[in-house]
């Protein structure tokens, strides 16, 4: 049954005419015309009696005019319980992210979500490895890669760089890098083994700008980050 015919033959049948239906709807009296009539050949039953004084339902149009109502009263109160949701949200929600990024970026900004929604109980879950929100492991996850979840809504919440780092001691006696050459001579110390990596292609450091598939080497392997700024 088409949808868009339905919802004019409920606003006719209150209207119980054409002509209050067209000011209502914004169509022609003839548009509306056509579209009843087509729903009664689709139905294969006549919905509408003319009289002088307007339109009178039969019994078949009684029959569907009750139905039709009581499908569109329920979706306007749907709207509008959705649209008091959104005036003040309440409720649990739980957030998944890295640790790593847990603790040092969310953590400390949570407290403004806070005060602008204090009906949500907030449940923060640090991991390292991918919760299943299918599941109801979590609402919401913050990652720093694409989820192996393809059936996901997602959105871009933040960017953010990779960068490398040496201790003073370490520069002061092998020297800074200049060139992507310069890393050649460098040591490096990269995320290992035995723990799920917190964002994507966290050894990069060791192919980037070496030629002929080839990588620099890496003297030490810690897989945690804290491991790795310590």
């Known amino acids: ?7 004019i033959f409920h606003t006719v049948a209150e209207a119980s005419s054409f002509t209050k239906a067209s000011t209502i709807l914004n169509l ?8 009843i ?4 050949s689709d139905l294969k039953v006549q919905l509408f009696e003319r009289h002088a004084r307007g339109l009178v339902l039969t019994e078949n149009g009684e029959y569907l005019y009750k139905s039709a109502h009581e499908i569109i009263s329920k979706l306007k109160d749907v709207e509008s ?4 949701h959104k005036d003040k949200l309440n409720g649990k929600l739980t957030v998944t992210t890295v640790v790593s990024f847990g603790t040092t ?3 400390p900004r949570i407290k403004e979500f806070m005060d602008l929604h204090p009906d949500i109980e907030i449940e923060l879950i640090f991991d390292d490895k991918e919760l299943d929100l299918s599941t109801r ?3 919401v996850a913050i990652r720093m890669r694409r989820p192996k979840q393809l059936n996901l809504i997602q959105k871009k919440f933040v960017d953010f760089n990779y960068h ?3 201790s003073n001691d370490y520069l002061q006696k092998n020297g800074y890098p200049k060139t992507l050459k310069d890393l050649d001579k460098h040591k490096f110390i990269t995320y290992g083994k035995g723990a799920p990596s917190p964002v994507y292609n966290p050894d990069w450091v060791l192919k980037h700008g070496v030629k002929d598939g080839k990588k620099r080497k890496s003297i030490m392997k810690v897989n945690s980050v804290y491991g790795l700024l310590l």
């Not at 049954?1 to 919802?7: A, E, F, P, S, T």
């Not at 009296?29 to 579209?35: F, G, T, V």
């Not at 319980?81 to 008091?84: F, H, K, T």
């Open 28 to 35: 022609s009296q003839s548009a509306i015309s056509r579209q």
């Open 81 to 84: 319980n959705l649209s008091g």
């Open 1 to 7: 049954m088409d949808w868009d015919k339905l919802k």
């Open 137 to 139: 492991e979590a609402d």
């Open 164 to 166: 490398i780092y040496g």
């Open 105 to 107: 970026w969310l953590t």
């Open 37 to 40: 009539q087509a729903l009664e």
